[in-house]
């Protein structure tokens, strides 16, 4: 199965990707992805948990992927060599062999610290949601980019249950998170609430009916699409590639161009939306983009970036949309 999926997949590269390109996707298909963690804001005992690791044998090292990410100049485009100015959280890492024995953790059992990948973290960084905002997660499980958005929004303690207990700690602003798989709309609540993280309202809901909800009322939207998912693929993970086909994009278009219609009539004057894949190619980036765009006047959009799949980070790739104020301007 692995030698045909290899073939195709260079076969689908070759239609949209340059040799450089696909070249380096296709090394990074073949690296061990390293596990990478945040430090969770809501936590208490986040900081302490660092040295936990340590005292138990973890060789904890502090990550900086800054490099990886290109973004094209201007409206999107084919990207070109560059970096995103988004503010990111510190992040760790730990060798690829001591991946089982962290995720067991207790640190982790505990929401001390929370297992996700740098792209993932950049995508919500990327949004650039401020304190006192309305927030909107459009297709949120597992709650990743959930917790990216919340800290942004500034964590607040508020009250104890009982003495010795830890704060529940809260946001300044109104986040909702929507998800419409039912398995993930409740591993998702449930991993919020593992993180200490109070205050989202968390629906169950297909998003392509959330402007019946709150028609132009966010000033922030994410909208993690699905998608082929090629930018996940690791050789040594066969289950990150078992339901890929060269024709999964073209399944996933009407979808994804639905979703961000139904997300861009949500989105209040002035505000931006994020609209994110883990696919790399353009027909679920650029091209669904335009399209939707055709019929949003009032709606601009920025760069096309990317990250490419390697020994930290996976493929992911994001724009960034902005509706005009209500002056034009």
Same mark, same amino acid.
Do not use: V
């Given at each position: 199965m692995k030698g045909n999926i290899e073939q195709a997949i260079a076969s689908f590269l070759s239609r949209w990707a340059s040799p450089e390109e696909a070249a380096r996707i296709l090394d990074g298909y073949a690296t061990v992805l390293e596990p990478t963690f945040r430090l969770n804001p809501f936590s208490p005992t986040s900081e302490e948990a660092l040295a936990e690791l340590e005292r138990d044998g973890f060789s904890v090292a502090p990550l900086d992927e800054s490099h990886n990410p290109t973004a094209s100049d201007g409206m999107i485009g084919a990207p070109s060599g560059g970096t995103i100015a988004a503010p990111m959280p510190q992040l760790f890492t730990v060798p690829a062999a001591e991946r089982s024995r962290l995720t067991r953790h207790a640190a982790v059992d505990r929401g001390d610290i929370y297992l996700q990948n740098p792209a993932s973290m950049w995508v919500a960084a990327a949004l650039d949601v401020q304190p006192h905002m309305q927030v909107l997660d459009f297709c949120a499980a597992p709650g990743s980019k959930t917790l990216g958005l919340a800290a942004a929004m500034r964590p607040l303690q508020t009250s104890t249950a009982q003495p010795g207990d830890a704060p529940e700690t809260s946001f300044a602003g109104e986040l909702v998170a929507m998800e419409v798989v039912r398995s993930r709309f409740f591993k998702r609540r449930a991993n919020l609430g593992r993180l200490g993280i109070t205050g989202v309202r968390v629906l169950h809901q297909d998003g392509r009916k959330a402007p019946r &909800?709150?028609?132009a009322y966010f000033d922030r939207i994410l909208l993690d699409a699905p998608c082929s998912s090629e930018g996940r693929i690791r050789w040594d993970t066969p289950e990150s590639y078992q339901y890929w086909s060269p024709k999964k994009h073209? /399944?996933?278009?009407?979808?994804?161009?639905?979703?961000?219609? $139904? $997300?861009?009539q949500c989105l209040k004057p002035g505000g931006s939306l994020v609209y994110a894949t883990c696919a790399? @190619?353009?027909? /679920? @980036?650029a091209e669904v983009v335009s399209s939707v765009l055709s019929t949003h006047d009032d709606v601009t959009c920025g760069a096309w970036t990317r990250t490419w799949p390697d $020994? &930290?980070?996976?493929?992911?790739?994001w724009i960034t949309l902005r509706r005009a104020d209500e002056l034009g301007m």
């Open positions: &909800y709150r028609p073209q /399944e996933m278009q009407r979808k994804q161009r639905q979703l961000l219609d $139904a $997300a861009l790399l @190619n353009p027909f /679920e @980036n $020994a &930290y980070c996976q493929g992911f790739s």
